[in-house]
């Protein structure tokens, strides 16, 4: 980073350490991912440097190699020429002061000169970081809104990282302004949520943010509708949860998961975690045994580990924990494939394919998750063949499975 700077200040370019960095290395966070702004315009970034990545050039960034391959975002002053709170069109050729003028908080307007180490401060950021410990917008804070609505939830997410209130005038303008959120795209929203829940100093602060500015009935609407109907008891809850983890805190809160992360446009894979949530929470075992933990974690599958970190954030899951991992730990077979015996074993021994195999592996598993005993080939096929009624197969596909097996010459 300081090479970077060097040489563009060497090409007669200003050039100074500006944003979240700055910050937290003044409150003493680790943070060596600096930004840099300069005079300099992409286009001499890109000719001053053999190695650049143009991931910003309409908004004036241009990201540059070091020798590693790191990349080192640096960006042109800029201000706002037009913007719609939600795209700017930006113009060059400004002062830094006017680029920090354009910025959101005062926070995060502070520049630091790695090479003369100046600091430049023109909105006091450093008191409100220190003295008054404040989140407060640059300058008027519904026009800084305004340019972005993004930036009344990152209101939320910094007082709820650092655990610093809302200037007054920035939060009454957050509220002026929240309708303005439904302009944003899911995507941005849904980064900026996650963030803050990973980031804050307890996820019920951000919610409880969230809440009183007004921002859930927009985005996040099945986390007022929480059947409980108790969004304060559902925000203690998820502070002791074991890890953050924004998916599963944002399921937890939620009465309708998958609607909830399919309107923020996660991965199908975050979707179809919170729809088995969804499905699932309400599915635990009446008593807590090896067989009865055996059948829950056969139905519930791959979300046992979410269900399991609610239940003990929630405070009773402990016992269920345990024998759960007792029950992994003897490797009990749980699922189809770890039956000791396949849909081939079944056409070998007379069963014709088809739908009746699915049945009789079903009835199999069953009867494993009961018996973890018979789960070898010679037992299952002894079951097969003597379709006793321990396997609970249904009348009509058992006289079929019977009789293909006596027409194979195996019964």
């Given at each position: 980073m300081l090479a970077i700077a060097r040489r563009l200040e060497d090409?007669?370019?200003?050039?100074?350490?500006?944003?979240?960095?700055?910050?937290?290395?003044?409150?003493?966070?680790?943070?060596?991912d600096f930004d840099l702004g300069t005079a300099a315009t992409p286009a001499v970034v890109q000719k001053l440097f053999r190695r650049t990545v143009p991931i910003g050039v309409k908004h004036g960034t241009v990201a540059v190699l070091d020798d590693q391959g790191g990349q080192h975002e640096v960006t042109t002053f800029?201000?706002?020429?037009?913007?719609?709170?939600?795209?700017?069109?930006?113009a060059f050729g400004v002062s830094l002061d006017e680029d920090l003028a354009r910025r959101d908080f005062t926070i995060n307007a502070i520049a630091y000169h790695p090479l003369r180490h100046e600091w430049r401060?023109?909105?006091d950021g450093h008191g409100d970081l220190f003295d008054r410990e404040v989140v407060r917008a640059v300058g008027d804070p519904r026009q800084r809104f305004r340019e972005d609505y993004?930036?009344?939830?990152?209101?939320?997410?910094?007082?709820?990282?650092?655990?610093f209130p809302i200037?007054?005038?920035?939060?009454?303008?957050a509220r002026a302004e929240i309708e303005g959120l439904k302009q944003l795209s899911a995507e941005r929203v849904r980064d900026e949520w996650f963030k803050g829940l990973d980031t804050a100093q307890t996820p019920s602060r951000l919610?409880?943010?969230?809440?009183?500015v007004g921002a859930l009935q927009w985005w996040l609407p099945e986390v007022v509708k929480r059947e409980t109907g108790n969004v304060k008891r559902d925000a203690d809850v998820v502070d002791r949860f074991p890890v953050r983890d924004p998916v599963l805190v944002t399921a937890y809160l939620s009465g309708d998961p998958e609607a909830l992360l399919r309107r923020l446009r996660c991965s199908n894979a975050e979707i179809e975690r919170g729809r088995r949530i969804g499905e699932f929470r309400d599915a635990w075992p009446a008593v807590v045994t090896d067989v009865s933990v055996r059948h829950w974690l056969a139905e519930v599958g791959g979300a046992a580990d979410d269900l399991l970190a609610m239940a003990l954030a929630e405070g009773w899951g402990?016992?269920?924990?345990?024998?759960?991992?007792?029950?992994?730990?003897?490797?009990?077979p749980l699922t189809l494939a770890d039956l000791a015996l396949r849909g081939t074993d079944l056409v070998e021994l007379g069963v014709q394919e088809g739908p009746d195999i699915g049945v009789v592996l079903d009835a199999l598993l069953d009867l494993v998750l009961e018996?973890?005993?018979?789960?070898?080939?010679?037992?299952?096929?002894?079951?097969?063949?003597?379709?006793?009624?321990?396997?609970?197969?249904?009348?009509?596909?058992?006289?079929?499975?019977?009789?293909?097996?006596r027409r194979s010459g195996q019964l």
């Open positions: 090409a007669g370019y200003e050039t100074w350490c500006i944003g979240g960095a700055v910050r937290d290395n003044l409150l003493g966070i680790a943070n060596h800029r201000k706002d020429v037009k913007t719609d709170g939600r795209h700017a069109e930006v401060d023109p909105f993004l930036r009344i939830v990152r209101a939320l997410r910094f007082s709820a990282r650092f655990g200037e007054r005038a920035t939060w009454e303008a919610l409880d943010l969230w809440t009183e402990g016992e269920l924990a345990d024998v759960a991992a007792r029950v992994r730990h003897s490797h009990a018996h973890p005993e018979l789960n070898t080939r010679e037992a299952l096929l002894h079951e097969v063949t003597k379709l006793t009624g321990e396997m609970p197969i249904p009348p009509d596909v058992r006289k079929r499975v019977t009789d293909s097996i």
